[in-house]
T-cell receptor
Framework: SQKIEQNSEALNIQEGKTATLTCNYT??????LQWYRQDPGRGPVFLLL?????KEKRKERLKVTFDTTLKQSLFHITASQPADSATYLC?????????FGTGTKLQVIP | DAGVIQSPRHEVTEMGQEVTLRCKPI?????LFWYRQTMMRGLELLIY????????DSGMPEDRFSAKMPNASFSTLKIQPSEPRDSAVYFC????????????FGPGTRLLVL
C-alpha cells in the first residue's frame, strides 16, 4: 500500500521567512498530488494540485514542486505570515484512490 | 453554495449505542467521501460513492460501520454498535468528478463514545 511521510509533525518559522514542507511517498508514483490546509476544528481546504508531468506549480505565495524520481513533493510558502499557521496535508492520487499524509503543523511566529 | 453540510457537529454517546452521521454534498457533485481523522492515524478514507454507488469501501473498519447514499443529495454513515475506539472526527467530502478531483470537505462531526 502507499506510504506517505510528511517531514515533521511541526515546523516553526519566523514571519517573513519561507516555509518548506516535505511530502515523501513510497511504492507507486501518483498520477497527481494535492496539498490541503486544515485549521483547527475545520475540514481540509484544497490549495494546489500538481500532475506527474509537471515539475512546479505556483499560486500567489505558494509553490509546489514534484519530483517523481525522488518520490517527493515540496510545498513552499514565501513571505510567511502568522495567518499561514495551520496544518498542511499532502494527498496522493494513485489507481483511482486518494491517500492523505498525516500533515505538518506550521507555526509562523511574529 | 452552502458547501458540504454535516450533522450533527458533535455527538456524545455511550458504548453500544447506534450512531448516525449525515452529509449533504455540494449540489452538482457526483462523488462523495467519508473520512475518519484521529491524531494517531490521520485522515483515513472509509468509503466513497460515485453517482450514489459505493465504489471503494475497503477503508470501512468492520461490519459495525455502514454507509448509504439513497440519492445525490444525502448520505449517512452508521456505526452500530459504537465502541470507544470509534471516537474521532468524521468528515464528509464531495467532488465534481471522482476520486482524484479536488475534494470539498464539510466541517466534520466530532464523535465521542464513552
Amino acid at each position: 500500500s502507499q506510504k506517505i511521510e510528511q517531514n515533521s509533525e511541526a515546523l516553526n518559522i519566523q514571519e517573513g521567512k519561507t516555509a518548506t514542507l516535505t511530502c515523501n511517498y513510497t511504492n507507486y508514483s501518483p498520477a497527481y498530488l494535492q496539498w490541503y490546509r486544515q485549521d483547527p476544528g475545520r475540514g481540509p481546504v484544497f490549495l494546489l494540485l500538481i500532475r506527474e508531468n509537471e515539475k512546479e506549480k505556483r499560486k500567489e505565495r505558494l509553490k509546489v514542486t514534484f519530483d517523481t524520481t525522488l518520490k517527493q513533493s515540496l510545498f513552499h510558502i514565501t513571505a510567511s505570515q502568522p495567518a499561514d499557521s495551520a496544518t498542511y496535508l499532502c494527498a496522493l492520487y494513485v489507481y483511482q484512490k486518494v491517500t492523505f499524509g498525516t500533515g505538518t503543523k506550521l507555526q509562523v511566529i511574529p | 453554495d452552502a458547501g458540504v453540510i454535516q450533522s450533527p457537529r458533535h455527538e456524545v454517546t455511550e458504548m453500544g449505542q447506534e450512531v448516525t452521521l449525515r452529509c449533504k454534498p455540494i449540489s452538482g457533485h457526483n462523488s462523495l467521501f467519508w473520512y475518519r481523522q484521529t491524531m494517531m492515524r490521520g485522515l483515513e478514507l472509509l468509503i466513497y460513492f460515485n453517482n450514489n454507488v459505493p465504489i471503494d469501501d475497503s477503508g470501512m473498519p468492520e461490519d459495525r460501520f455502514s454507509a448509504k447514499m439513497p440519492n445525490a443529495s444525502f448520505s449517512t454513515l452508521k456505526i452500530q454498535p459504537s465502541e470507544p475506539r470509534d471516537s474521532a472526527v468524521y468528515f464528509c467530502a464531495s467532488s465534481f468528478k471522482g476520486g482524484g478531483e479536488t475534494q470539498y470537505f464539510g466541517p466534520g462531526t466530532r464523535l465521542l463514545v464513552l
